[in-house]
């Protein structure tokens, strides 16, 4: 089975701070992806990468940059938290693209961040 | 632009009805991949089909159902004989192909209540 972990299942932190969010997936999947979900919003993409040390803006990528050394982890970074970066940020992977063959992203459990 | 409308946002049924989850996309793309997700109370996301846009047979797994119709670009999701365990968040996802790499587009978002 497919397992992506995420390092922290709640946290807090003050405004200003730089945080580190950590995922990791163990099934050697090439793609990783970071979202955030708010109520009313869905899931939004915020950065994704497609192979070790590349990355890709998604959808929302401003306040946050990411870091992919090696190829089981996928790192998300607040620079300089926020409040209205208080959110759940979801990590996710799947393998690459092949053929016609779009595969299923896998998700973390979630990491429910809150910004003072 | 990739975009996936879920129009009802909550709904609340009690256990043995049947209930129909909506989600209607739009794309440019002729060769594209739909997904439902679920996301129960614990957060994590979890995978439950993957059509792609040659297939349109409808496909039964269990109390879950989907049917897919091209011609209104709808993928919609039925439940039968609903339980108290059916209780989630359910999401539905557009894939999106850029060259090698994907990513999907999720939309907002049901939230299914199932009353004992």
């Known amino acids: 089975d497919v397992k992506v972990t995420q390092s922290s299942r709640y946290l807090v932190k003050r405004t200003g701070e730089k945080v580190f969010l950590e995922c990791v997936q163990d099934m050697d999947h090439e793609n990783m992806f970071w979202y955030r979900q708010d109520p009313g919003l869905g899931l939004r993409l915020i950065y994704f990468?497609?192979?070790?040390?590349?990355?890709e803006k998604g959808d929302i990528p401003e306040g946050y940059s990411v870091s992919r050394e090696k190829k089981e982890r996928f790192s998300l970074i607040l620079e300089s938290a926020s409040t209205n970066q208080t959110s759940m940020y979801l990590c996710?992977?799947?393998?690459?693209?092949?053929?016609?063959?779009?595969?299923?992203?896998?998700f973390g459990p979630g990491t429910r961040l809150t910004v003072l | 632009a990739q975009k996936v409308t879920q129009a009802q946002t909550e709904i609340s049924v009690v256990e043995k009805e049947d209930v129909t989850l909506d989600c209607v996309y739009e794309t440019r793309d002729t060769t594209y991949y739909l997904f439902w997700y679920k996301q129960p109370p614990s957060g994590e996301l979890v995978f439950l089909i993957r059509?792609?846009?040659?297939?349109?047979q409808n496909e039964i797994s269990g109390r879950y159902s989907w049917n897919f119709q091209k011609s209104t670009s709808s993928f919609n999701f039925t439940i039968t004989a609903s339980q108290v365990v059916d209780s989630a968040v359910y999401f539905c996802?557009?894939?999106?192909?850029?060259?090698?790499?994907?990513?999907?587009?999720f939309g907002k978002g049901i939230t299914l209540s199932v009353r004992p």
């Open positions: 996710a992977s799947s393998l690459v693209l092949r053929g016609s063959i779009y595969n299923e992203q896998f």
């Open positions: 059509r792609n846009s040659f297939d349109e």
């Open positions: 990468s497609y192979d070790v040390k590349m990355k």
């Open positions: 996802a557009l894939s999106e192909v850029t060259g090698a790499n994907s990513k999907l587009t």
